[in-house]
C-alpha cells in the first residue's frame, strides 16, 4: 500500500514575526482606505507561498494553498457566485470561527473562475520550492471546495426560486461542477469537497447525494478528456452514523475525521473499507501534539483495513484555528508517525 502524506485545508495565515503579519497588516491597511486590492492580493500570494513552502518542509507530498485568501470556508465562494449577496456573520457549525451568511436572491450562476487562478499560481509555487530529497515527482496541489449541500444549507433563499435547500444545493452544485471541471482543465488531480454542514433531516442526505453525484459527473466528463482527476468528500457530521451511505456516494477517496469522531476507528476496524481514505489522525481544534507511537499502533492496526493502493495520511481538516508553531508541528507529527509504521530509523 502506497501511505501519501496530504494536507486537508487550511493553514494560519499569519505567525511571529514582522514578515508573517504581512498579510494582516494589509487587510487592516485596506480597510482604512491606505491600501488597494492589488497591495491585498500581495500579501496573500506571500502568504500562499509560505504557507506551500512549510507544508513540504513538514513532509507533506499533498498540499494546499493554505486557503490563505479564504476570510471564510462558506462566503469566500458563494459571493463569487452572480445571485449571491453576503449577511450578517454566525458561528461555524461545529468549528472555531464565523461565517458570512450567504443571502440567495436568484439562482446562484458562476461567471467566471472561483479557485481554478488561485490553483494554477499555487501550483506554480510549489514548482519555485525546492524538492525534498526522494520526493522527486510526488509532490502535487490539492484543490479544496466547500460541497454545494453545506453552501446551501447555510445560506438564506431570499427568493422562491431557492426557497427549497433541494433548489439551493443544485444550484450550487451546478457552479460547482463547472469549477471541478476548469480546475481539471488546469492540471488538478486532487480536488477536496468539505460538506461540514450538519446532517439533520433525511432530505438533508438526499441534497447532499445529490450535490456529490453532479460534481462527480464534471470529473468524469475531465477523464474521458484524459484528464486525471480524483474527487475526495470529507464529511465533518458524525461519519460513523452514515458509515454504509458514506461510501455509496461516488467520490474516489473518503476522509475521515478520526481525531474528532472516535467511533470510526472501531468501524473502521470493524468493516475495513470499500474505497481509499484520507486518515485524519491530528486534530486542527487543539494544539496539545498527539502522541506519536499511540497514533502509528492506531494506524497500523487500520492498515489491513484499507483497500490496496493508494490512500493518504493527515490531519482531520484544517489547521488555520492554531499557532503557526503548532499547525507545522502536526504536520511534522504525521510524517513521523508514517516512518514509525514503514520502519524506519525515526527521532522523537
Known amino acids: ?57 513538514a513532509g507533506m507530498e499533498v498540499v494546499t494553498d493554505g486557503l490563505t485568501r479564504w476570510l471564510d470556508p462558506v462566503s469566500y465562494l458563494a459571493a463569487k457566485l452572480e445571485g449571491v449577496t453576503l449577511g450578517d456573520q454566525r458561528p461555524l457549525p461545529a468549528s472555531p470561527g464565523t461565517y458570512r451568511v450567504p443571502l440567495v436572491g436568484k439562482r446562484p450562476v458562476r461567471r467566471g473562475p472561483l479557485l481554478a487562478d488561485e490553483y494554477r499560481f499555487a501550483c506554480n509555487a510549489l514548482g519555485a520550492v525546492g524538492t525534498p ?25 431570499k427568493d422562491t426560486a431557492v426557497a427549497h435547500l433541494d433548489a439551493r444545493a443544485a444550484a450550487f452544485a451546478e457552479a460547482l461542477a463547472a469549477e471541478i471541471g476548469a480546475l481539471a482543465e488546469g492540471g488538478a488531480e486532487h480536488i477536496q469537497v ?4 450538519p446532517v439533520e433531516q433525511a432530505g438533508d442526505w438526499t441534497a447532499l447525494r445529490a450535490g456529490i453525484a453532479a460534481l462527480a459527473v464534471a470529473r468524469d466528463a475531465a477523464r474521458k478528456t484524459g484528464r486525471r482527476v480524483q474527487l475526495t468528500v470529507f464529511l465533518q457530521t458524525p461519519a460513523a452514523a452514515h458509515w454504509d451511505a458514506l461510501f455509496d456516494l461516488p467520490a474516489d477517496v473518503v476522509a475521515l475525521d478520526l481525531a474528532r469522531d472516535s467511533k470510526l476507528s472501531g468501524r473502521l476496524a470493524a468493516s475495513g473499507a470499500p474505497k481509499p481514505l484520507h486518515l485524519g489522525l491530528v486534530s486542527g481544534l487543539t494544539p496539545e501534539l498527539e502522541d506519536a507511537r499511540e497514533l502509528a ?42 516512518e514509525i509504521v514503514a520502519g524506519r530509523p525515526v527521532t522523537l
Open 194 to 197: 468539505d460538506e461540514f454542514a
Open 133 to 157: 530529497s526522494g520526493k522527486a515527482g510526488k509532490l502535487g496541489v490539492k484543490a479544496v471546495l466547500t460541497g454545494p449541500f453545506t453552501l446551501a444549507k447555510l445560506s438564506e433563499p
Open 297 to 338: 499502533r492506531k494506524l497500523e492496526s487500520l492498515l489491513p483495513k484499507l483497500p490496496s493502493g493508494r490512500s493518504f495520511l493527515g490531519p482531520a481538516g484544517g489547521l488555520d484555528a492554531l499557532p503557526r508553531d503548532r499547525a507545522r508541528a502536526k504536520l511534522e507529527l504525521l510524517a513521523r508517525v508514517r
Open 1 to 57: 500500500m502506497d501511505l501519501i502524506l496530504a494536507s486537508a485545508g487550511s493553514y494560519p495565515r499569519s505567525g511571529p514575526g514582522d514578515d508573517l503579519q504581512v498579510l494582516v497588516r494589509a487587510r487592516d491597511a485596506v480597510a482604512r482606505g491606505e491600501q488597494t486590492a492589488a497591495d491585498l492580493a500581495d500579501a496573500e500570494s506571500f502568504m500562499v507561498r509560505r504557507a506551500i513552502e512549510e507544508q513540504v518542509a
